[in-house]
């Protein structure tokens, strides 16, 4: 099946700070998705996004197919930002998401 | 989108004892999936349910262990059959819309955090 690994693991940053959030799947997709697992474990949906750019306030995504590479962009970090990142991807004919490793978020204040 | 809810939204359980999960949509969807999440891990897949057919299982995970329903295009229920401490995790839902273009996007409920004793 697909993989999907995701990078950096963890990133810690003071308040304000930018970051970028790599996804990497090794197959052609239909699907992909970020995520935003906040500290109570509910899913946010960020963006479906796969291809493209889109922008929704300080959060930013691009993803390139034909490199099989998604980033994802947050600016001006608040401590709210915390938490843990995914992307999913799904084949062409197959509706079932699979999850990447995560990137784990710490904003400190 | 639309509002998924879970019931219940925790719950801590002796060994050996089952546990029934419900998933709520406000709207009619045609497929509804279930993931796991074990502590500190990724989401992984257990079935995708369709209403009026069997669940279909992800390898590692069988239908004695976790059986399904999905009694119609709103409601579905996951049981997690004679726990053990290894299933203590977070359980979720998830349905897929439909976007302009043919393509689907999924939205998911809070979940459900497990703990077993």
């Known amino acids: 099946g697909i993989q999907v690994e995701q990078s950096p693991p963890d990133l810690i940053l003071q308040e304000g700070a930018n970051s970028t959030l790599r996804c990497n799947f090794s197959?052609?997709?239909?699907?992909l998705q970020w995520f935003h697992q906040n500290p109570w474990g509910q899913l946010i949906n960020l963006f479906y996004i796969p291809s493209g750019t889109k922008q929704n306030g300080r959060l930013s995504a691009t993803t390139v197919a034909t490199e099989r590479y998604s980033l994802l962009y947050i600016s001006s970090s608040q401590t709210t930002d915390s938490g843990v990142y995914f992307c999913?991807?799904?084949?062409?004919?197959?509706?079932?998401?699979?999850f990447g490793t995560g990137t784990r978020l710490t904003i400190i204040p | 989108s639309a509002v998924i809810s879970q019931k219940p939204s925790r719950d801590i359980c002796q060994r050996g004892t089952s546990l029934t999960i419900q998933c709520q949509v406000d709207s009619q969807v045609t497929m509804m999936f279930w993931y796991r999440q074990q502590p500190g891990q990724s989401l992984t897949l257990i079935a995708t349910a369709n209403q009026g057919s069997e669940a279909t299982y992800e390898s590692g995970f069988v239908i004695d262990k976790f059986p399904i329903s999905r009694p119609n295009l709103t409601f579905s229920t996951l049981t997690v059959s004679n726990m053990s401490p290894e299933d203590s995790s977070i359980y979720l839902c998830s349905v897929e819309f439909g976007l302009a273009g043919g393509y689907n996007e999924q939205f998911f409920g809070p979940g459900t955090r497990l703990t077993v004793l």
């Open positions: 197959d052609s997709v239909n699907n």
């Open positions: 999913a991807v799904s084949n062409f004919g197959n509706e079932k998401l699979t």
